[in-house]
């Protein structure tokens, strides 16, 4: 890659503080989701961290709660945002609003979610397309930069995972253990 790349997920919402277990709806809650106190910590800690990465560009996903944490980051490292709706959640369509058990229960096996998209959402496979189409228009159009893009979970997830290399089994491992992306963290891609 012609760029140094850094994810960022999104601080603590009530989805992970109070609505553990409840799928997100597509693209947003009404009203949207915002960060908890917690999560504005969790980003105002990474923003002392990223201080000293000399960020370049922020892309970030156009939801609330991650514009909330690319304000907060872009206003302490004085840049300004470039948001792209391409960054967003991963879709899971008739399951939006319903609990993550009923939503897994479609799958025979958590390796379909790779191919087999929920009616009216999108599968792993499809999130990941567009999480690198994003990447692979700002490597055509820059060089040479330190790069932030701030999203969520799961298309963070599948990023890293595409640009390490990462084999379906070893992600899916990552899913269930504590090397998936936590909220507020930041990585090197």
Known sequence: MKNKYYILRHGQTIHQAK??????????????????????EQIEKATKILKNKKIDLIFSSDIFRTRQTAGIVAKELGLQVKYDKRLRDINWGIFQGKKSKEAWAYYSNPKEKFYKAPPLGENWNECKKRMLNVLKEIEKKYKNKTILIISHGDPLWLLEGAVKKIKKDELLKQKVSDNYIKVGEIRKL
């Open 19 to 40: 609505k553990r277990g409840i799928v997100y709806y597509w693209p947003d809650d009404s009203p949207p989701v915002r960060l908890t106190k917690k999560g504005k």
